[in-house]
């Protein structure tokens, strides 16, 4: 059947942009999408009427999109991840679509308040931190720069859990995003696809007599894709999200249903959905459990079989595959894809090996996003082998060939063949990862300038000897949409009032910031935005804490995951150092300051627990204290997400970026503070080297030890007991812990903290306590002079260019994908595609 192909006029109600349109369109989508009379209407109901009035008028371009991709035959960037953090969609559409004030208009003059509306908003939580959101800012650019994109990952139905303190402790309590319905989305059941698992291998005579493999699975799901749109920032791109759900395939239900085994057929559906049940919530940590080798194998197969599908139907031969696209591995999580696209070339489509590996390698490219070694995925042998029994095989291949090619290259290096086999075979037998990774892969790169070094260094070294062509640094960026336009409306009309709108989609255009910094009234405008924003953040924490906060106080920010390498506890040193000042002496003139945390642990990191705990026991003695006078105040920010970060960025003075050099591949929580005028207190870690050298040395407070310098101290035997004796203030900070004096006496609760720092303090902490607390009084020192603050805050601000996801994108689409940009057109109605 075909529609005819002629013009189609859309109705105004669903395209319509004028405020009478968006108005009737709202009250339309209540009454027949929602179906509820305005009398009857809840706020969620509204939401959705909104929710229902932006995506009809995203259907345009989205469809647009998918013609003239489908026409042109573009070439697509595929990024395969196992998270997007993407945050909520509302207002982040509205501003792409170039909407946000007409919207906010008509539903303010149909009396509803919009803002409320914006905030009703939950967040699909489908990440763990940094990695998946920097998935999320990456589409955001693509689009923006007008790339044609797929993000392929999967659609779990409970995200990363949602964090409640109760007693100071971390509770964790499941996500339940879909349950009011999801209006971004649409699932497209037509493109279903079937993901085998288990069995066994078994060799076959084709018709030409040729032996060839094929997989005999024991089982298989169902992987149905559910699609949301991605736009870009005033351009008609509509790129898409493609989130795969797991289903039991009927035929298992026919089956038991026919033996009369019904619960049988009932625990079938179960095990399948399981797969996309839920997101490991670990990060930069690995668990090597059954089911998340599933989940990984699942969204890889369900995403590379959907790239055979779309080059079937555009009539591409299989032998164009990498020019018709280009894989992007999002850290080792997809990496299966290397043995799958393999498999599916060769015993699928039957292509010769040395074919389908040129096609493989062409394909593939490959981000690693850290150093830490308890990341570095692998796989135990055995459970490898009973899911996926012909993957192996393939391995087992793709290794012997790669082996004799080391071998010639570096003669007589059995340790080094050791060392770079995809099999781990020092004990237990195990596949790795990373290795496979790189070998499959044209181009590896790492996400800041100091960790690609640090990548050819350490972990990856081997591969960098072997292959130094393929090695490339690309830096992170972040979506100035989301983290300065959305969240931050002041700031944005300020700076657009002074210098155009063209730094929205060229962050480097900031820079003419730099002429304002000696005119008084925009150093002023600037200050009295900041003081706004935090006076709303101050207004929240009263009415969710009950704690008040100066907003002429520092504004001390650390919001991230909660880690040992992140050193919270750090921070919580300098702030025991502060106390410990005031009750050693009342009158002592400090700049008072409120320190914020927030983030999620693990829920089977102990440590990082306790340290979530640590904040609150130490919160709950100074908050309180009347000899504090209030000058100091510790608030724990619970349940920290995307949502709630576009608040805090915003309302921050001082950004912690704390971590030990070496062991923070980039960060992009940093970027996000800066660029939104906050100073940073950091080490030469990650991004902050880049920040920095951006910034200008004068502009942002450094301490600490230097990678080079934490890797010659841990050679050389660190003992942080010296460290400990010398220095009487770190002295009296961990005694106060360890006498239980923040923890009503219990001497046992926070042993573990200071018995783990006193004995080998792994990430240094001790070592650069000193340092830190003096950086920390030359931050307190620096706030007293408001003028020369205000301008270092522009002037970060204004350098932040370089930090935009769109800068990021441009270097993986020139020296990576490959790709250019395909502009889509704007048409009235819309047509069938032919
Ligand atoms: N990262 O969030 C994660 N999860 C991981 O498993 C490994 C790394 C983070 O990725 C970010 C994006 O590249 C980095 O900015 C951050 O430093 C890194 O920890």
Redesign the pocket.
């Given at each position: 059947m075909q529609l005819r192909n002629e013009l189609v006029r859309v109705e105004a109600d669903r395209t319509g942009t004028t405020i009478d349109n968006l108005k009737r369109a709202f009250l339309e989508n209540l009454y027949y999408v929602q179906g509820k009379p305005p009398a009857l209407a809840t706020l969620n109901d509204y939401y959705m009427a909104l929710a229902h009035t932006v995506r009809d008028r995203i259907m345009q371009r989205w469809n647009n999109s998918a013609i003239t991709y489908t026409e042109n035959q573009s070439r697509t960037v595929c990024y395969l991840s196992a998270e997007f953090l993407m945050g909520p969609h509302l207002g982040n559409n509205l501003i792409n679509l170039g909407l946000y004030e007409p919207m906010k208009q008509a539903i303010d003059e149909l009396g509803i308040n919009f803002d409320e509306l914006i905030e009703e908003e939950g967040e699909p939580g489908l990440g763990?931190?940094?990695?998946?959101r920097?998935a999320a800012c990456y589409l955001d650019s693509l689009a923006a720069l007008e790339i044609p994109t797929m993000g392929y990952g999967i659609r779990y139905e409970f995200g990363i859990f949602k964090q409640d303190i109760r007693d100071g402790w971390q509770v964790e309590i499941t996500d339940k995003w879909l349950r009011n319905g999801n209006p971004w989305e649409l699932a497209r059941p037509e493109w279903t696809v079937s993901i085998p698992f288990g069995g066994h291998t078994e060799s076959y005579r084709n018709s030409q007599g040729v032996y060839r493999a094929r997989w005999v699975p024991a089982w298989e799901v169902k992987g149905v894709p559910y699609d949301t749109p991605t736009l870009g920032y005033k351009v008609n791109t509509a790129n898409t999200l493609r989130l795969w759900k797991a289903e039991a395939p009927e035929s298992f239900d026919f089956q038991a249903f026919n033996t009369g085994d019904y619960y049988g057929a009932v625990n079938a559906k179960v095990v399948s959905e399981n797969i996309t049940k839920v997101l490991y919530p670990n990060?930069?940590e690995i668990q090597g459990k059954v089911l998340r080798l599933q989940q990984q194998f699942f969204f890889v197969s369900c995403s590379l079989q959907d790239m055979i599908r779309i080059m079937k139907g555009q009539k591409i031969p299989m032998e164009r595959f990498h020019e018709k696209f280009a894989v992007q591995l999002n850290?080792t999580h997809p990496a299966i894809a290397v043995a799958e696209l393999m498999r599916l070339l060769v015993d699928q489509e039957f292509l010769g090996w040395d074919e389908a590996w040129a096609i493989t390698q062409n394909t593939l490219a490959y981000t690693n996003?850290?150093l830490l070694p308890e990341?570095l995925e692998r796989w135990q042998i055995d459970l490898f082998r009973d899911l996926l029994p012909r993957h192996l095989e393939i391995i087992y291949e793709i290794n012997q060939r790669f082996m004799d090619d080391v071998r010639v290259k570096f003669i007589d290096d059995d340790a080094r063949l050791a060392r770079m086999s995809l099999i781990d075979e020092s004990g237990e037998r195990y596949v790795r990862m990373a290795n496979l990774a790189c070998v499959g892969s044209h181009a590896i790169n790492g996400?800041a300038a100091l960790h690609s070094e640090l990548l050819k260094q350490t972990v990856l070294k081997d591969f960098y000897e072997y292959s130094p062509e393929k090695f490339s640094n690309k830096t992170?960026g972040v979506t100035p949409r989301r983290f300065m336009v959305l969240s931050n409306p002041r700031l944005t009309q300020l700076i657009t009032d002074r210098i155009g709108s063209g730094w929205i989609t060229d962050l480097e255009q900031l820079r003419q910031l730099e002429q304002f910094i000696d005119d008084p009234a925009f150093c002023q405008q600037w200050r009295s935005i900041k003081q706004a924003i935090k006076q709303d953040l101050a207004d929240s924490i009263q009415k969710d804490y009950g704690v008040d906060v100066s907003i002429d106080s520092i504004f001390d920010i650390q919001v991230k995951r909660i880690h040992e390498y992140k050193r919270q506890h750090l921070n919580l040193l300098h702030i025991i150092t502060l106390y410990n000042r005031i009750k050693a002496n009342p009158n002592i003139d400090i700049t008072p300051r409120t320190f914020l945390f927030g983030g999620k642990a693990a829920p089977g990191y102990f440590m990082a627990k306790l340290m979530i705990k640590l904040v609150s026991a130490v919160s709950e003695v100074i908050n309180r204290d009347p000899d504090v006078r209030g000058r100091i105040k510790v608030v724990f920010l619970k349940n920290y997400n995307v949502k709630f970060a576009q608040h805090v960025y915003p309302a921050a003075d001082l950004s912690e970026q704390i971590s030990t050099a070496g062991k923070?591949?980039?960060?992009?929580g940093n970027m996000k503070f800066a660029m939104n005028g906050a100073l940073t207190i950091g080490t030469l870690d990650?991004a902050n080297v880049e920040i920095m050298e951006q910034a200008g040395e004068e502009n942002f407070f450094l301490f600490g030890l230097t990678a080079e310098e934490v890797r010659e101290r841990k050679a050389r035997g660190y003992d942080p007991k010296a460290y400990y004796n010398a220095n009487p203030n770190l002295q009296l900070v961990i005694d106060r812990i360890a006498s239980g004096f923040f923890s009503h006496g219990d001497k046992t609760l926070f042993q573990p903290i200071v018995d783990n720092l006193m004995q080998s303090d792994p990430y240094l902490l001790f070592a650069d306590y000193q340092s830190y607390v003096e950086c920390q009084d030359r931050v307190a020192e620096a706030y007293r002079d408001q003028d020369k603050w205000t301008r270092m805050s522009i002037l970060n601000a204004a350098r932040m260019g370089m930090f935009s996801s769109d800068r990021s994108i441009q270097e993986y689409c020139d020296d990576i994908w490959n790709v250019k940009p395909v502009t889509v057109k704007e048409t009235e109605g819309f047509c069938s595609a032919t």
């Amino acid at each position: 059947m075909q529609l005819r192909n002629e013009l189609v006029r859309v109705e105004a109600d669903r395209t319509g942009t004028t405020i009478d349109n968006l108005k009737r369109a709202f009250l339309e989508n209540l009454y027949y999408v929602q179906g509820k009379p305005p009398a009857l209407a809840t706020l969620n109901d509204y939401y959705m009427a909104l929710a229902h009035t932006v995506r009809d008028r995203i259907m345009q371009r989205w469809n647009n999109s998918a013609i003239t991709y489908t026409e042109n035959q573009s070439r697509t960037v595929c990024y395969l991840s196992a998270e997007f953090l993407m945050g909520p969609h509302l207002g982040n559409n509205l501003i792409n679509l170039g909407l946000y004030e007409p919207m906010k208009q008509a539903i303010d003059e149909l009396g509803i308040n919009f803002d409320e509306l914006i905030e009703e908003e939950g967040e699909p939580g489908l990440g763990n931190g940094g990695l998946g959101r920097l998935a999320a800012c990456y589409l955001d650019s693509l689009a923006a720069l007008e790339i044609p994109t797929m993000g392929y990952g999967i659609r779990y139905e409970f995200g990363i859990f949602k964090q409640d303190i109760r007693d100071g402790w971390q509770v964790e309590i499941t996500d339940k995003w879909l349950r009011n319905g999801n209006p971004w989305e649409l699932a497209r059941p037509e493109w279903t696809v079937s993901i085998p698992f288990g069995g066994h291998t078994e060799s076959y005579r084709n018709s030409q007599g040729v032996y060839r493999a094929r997989w005999v699975p024991a089982w298989e799901v169902k992987g149905v894709p559910y699609d949301t749109p991605t736009l870009g920032y005033k351009v008609n791109t509509a790129n898409t999200l493609r989130l795969w759900k797991a289903e039991a395939p009927e035929s298992f239900d026919f089956q038991a249903f026919n033996t009369g085994d019904y619960y049988g057929a009932v625990n079938a559906k179960v095990v399948s959905e399981n797969i996309t049940k839920v997101l490991y919530p670990n990060d930069d940590e690995i668990q090597g459990k059954v089911l998340r080798l599933q989940q990984q194998f699942f969204f890889v197969s369900c995403s590379l079989q959907d790239m055979i599908r779309i080059m079937k139907g555009q009539k591409i031969p299989m032998e164009r595959f990498h020019e018709k696209f280009a894989v992007q591995l999002n850290d080792t999580h997809p990496a299966i894809a290397v043995a799958e696209l393999m498999r599916l070339l060769v015993d699928q489509e039957f292509l010769g090996w040395d074919e389908a590996w040129a096609i493989t390698q062409n394909t593939l490219a490959y981000t690693n996003h850290t150093l830490l070694p308890e990341a570095l995925e692998r796989w135990q042998i055995d459970l490898f082998r009973d899911l996926l029994p012909r993957h192996l095989e393939i391995i087992y291949e793709i290794n012997q060939r790669f082996m004799d090619d080391v071998r010639v290259k570096f003669i007589d290096d059995d340790a080094r063949l050791a060392r770079m086999s995809l099999i781990d075979e020092s004990g237990e037998r195990y596949v790795r990862m990373a290795n496979l990774a790189c070998v499959g892969s044209h181009a590896i790169n790492g996400v800041a300038a100091l960790h690609s070094e640090l990548l050819k260094q350490t972990v990856l070294k081997d591969f960098y000897e072997y292959s130094p062509e393929k090695f490339s640094n690309k830096t992170n960026g972040v979506t100035p949409r989301r983290f300065m336009v959305l969240s931050n409306p002041r700031l944005t009309q300020l700076i657009t009032d002074r210098i155009g709108s063209g730094w929205i989609t060229d962050l480097e255009q900031l820079r003419q910031l730099e002429q304002f910094i000696d005119d008084p009234a925009f150093c002023q405008q600037w200050r009295s935005i900041k003081q706004a924003i935090k006076q709303d953040l101050a207004d929240s924490i009263q009415k969710d804490y009950g704690v008040d906060v100066s907003i002429d106080s520092i504004f001390d920010i650390q919001v991230k995951r909660i880690h040992e390498y992140k050193r919270q506890h750090l921070n919580l040193l300098h702030i025991i150092t502060l106390y410990n000042r005031i009750k050693a002496n009342p009158n002592i003139d400090i700049t008072p300051r409120t320190f914020l945390f927030g983030g999620k642990a693990a829920p089977g990191y102990f440590m990082a627990k306790l340290m979530i705990k640590l904040v609150s026991a130490v919160s709950e003695v100074i908050n309180r204290d009347p000899d504090v006078r209030g000058r100091i105040k510790v608030v724990f920010l619970k349940n920290y997400n995307v949502k709630f970060a576009q608040h805090v960025y915003p309302a921050a003075d001082l950004s912690e970026q704390i971590s030990t050099a070496g062991k923070e591949a980039s960060g992009t929580g940093n970027m996000k503070f800066a660029m939104n005028g906050a100073l940073t207190i950091g080490t030469l870690d990650g991004a902050n080297v880049e920040i920095m050298e951006q910034a200008g040395e004068e502009n942002f407070f450094l301490f600490g030890l230097t990678a080079e310098e934490v890797r010659e101290r841990k050679a050389r035997g660190y003992d942080p007991k010296a460290y400990y004796n010398a220095n009487p203030n770190l002295q009296l900070v961990i005694d106060r812990i360890a006498s239980g004096f923040f923890s009503h006496g219990d001497k046992t609760l926070f042993q573990p903290i200071v018995d783990n720092l006193m004995q080998s303090d792994p990430y240094l902490l001790f070592a650069d306590y000193q340092s830190y607390v003096e950086c920390q009084d030359r931050v307190a020192e620096a706030y007293r002079d408001q003028d020369k603050w205000t301008r270092m805050s522009i002037l970060n601000a204004a350098r932040m260019g370089m930090f935009s996801s769109d800068r990021s994108i441009q270097e993986y689409c020139d020296d990576i994908w490959n790709v250019k940009p395909v502009t889509v057109k704007e048409t009235e109605g819309f047509c069938s595609a032919t």
